[in-house]
């Protein structure tokens, strides 16, 4: 289900899905940080190192030319600085997800107030009782995969896609396999025909006429790469053999420092929500 409005005359926003990647949103992470439940065998995220790592994120970034807008967290959600969850962006403007867990789903109203200030227009919304988190969502030349696991319902996948073909994309659902937090966490975008996915964590036919680089199961999250441009990415530098992948494939991999981050399951391209490619 969805909500649409007429987009006015704006910023040219997302034009290409892999495109340079000019203008960003982060958001902060929150003390609750160390409340969050780590992966299997990780310790707990410890939030001094996470604000340390998130501003190396930040530095990395301006450093690559990336216009950031940084927001300060206002819940108790420690997942809140998963930036990406709250929108997908479009050439023409941002459609507003509607998260599954209900104590997250204010972030998208205080990120609509960011879009308002950055004049960023409003494609749409997934309205209620739609679901959808937009790290479930991956955009690929004129592809938009969409993960179908333990977010997100069937009324808000239908909405999105909705929005989706009405700009020219072709919508493919992805299943997820058990335990996978979301699409983006286990594949990532390389370039308009390249897609980067952990083993057995995704039906990769859904992928079929993509060339894929797949990455052993035991990094599969290293797939959660943010495109800085098309063929260049940054990565977590914890996979280092899953990097030694990527490059001898042809990919410029740039690494940083996020373990915090990595140790409940955020991804470079979780933590960043794309405003403008070129």
């Not at 109203?109 to 960011?114: C, G, I, K, Q, Y």
Request: aromatic residues 6%.
């Amino acid at each position: 289900m969805t909500t649409r409005h007429s987009i006015a005359f704006g910023p040219r926003l997302v034009a290409t899905a892999t495109g340079h990647l000019r203008a960003a949103l982060l958001v902060t992470p929150s003390p609750t940080i160390e409340k969050a439940a780590p992966s299997i065998g990780e310790p707990g995220a410890i939030y001094a190192r996470a604000l340390e790592q998130h501003d190396v994120l930040r530095s990395t970034l301006a450093y690559f030319g990336v216009q950031t807008t940084i927001v300060e967290p206002r819940g108790d959600e420690p997942y809140e600085t998963n930036a990406a969850d709250a929108a997908v962006v479009f050439e023409d403007g941002a459609a507003l997800m509607r998260l599954t867990s209900l104590g997250r789903r204010a972030e998208v109203d205080r990120v609509e107030s960011e879009f308002a200030r950055l004049d960023v227009p409003v494609a749409g919304h997934i309205a209620a009782p739609a679901l959808l988190d937009g790290n479930d969502v991956l955009l690929a030349g004129k592809h938009a995969f969409v993960g179908v696991g333990s977010r997100g319902n069937q009324l808000g996948r239908d909405g999105f896609a909705r929005l989706a073909r009405e700009r020219g994309y072709r919508v493919v659902e992805v299943k997820l396999a058990d335990g996978v937090p979301a699409l983006r966490c286990v594949a990532g975008a390389i370039s308009s025909d390249t897609i980067v996915l952990g083993a057995d964590k995704t039906d990769a036919s859904a992928f079929q006429g993509f060339r894929t680089i797949v990455l052993d199961s035991s990094e599969a999250q290293a797939a959660g790469v943010l495109t800085i441009s098309d063929g260049h990415v940054l990565a977590d530098i914890r996979y280092r053999t899953a990097l030694g992948t990527l490059r001898r494939a042809g990919i410029r991999v740039d690494a940083i420092d996020l373990y915090e981050f990595t140790k409940l399951g955020m991804t470079p391209s979780m933590l960043a929500l794309a405003l403008r490619r070129e």
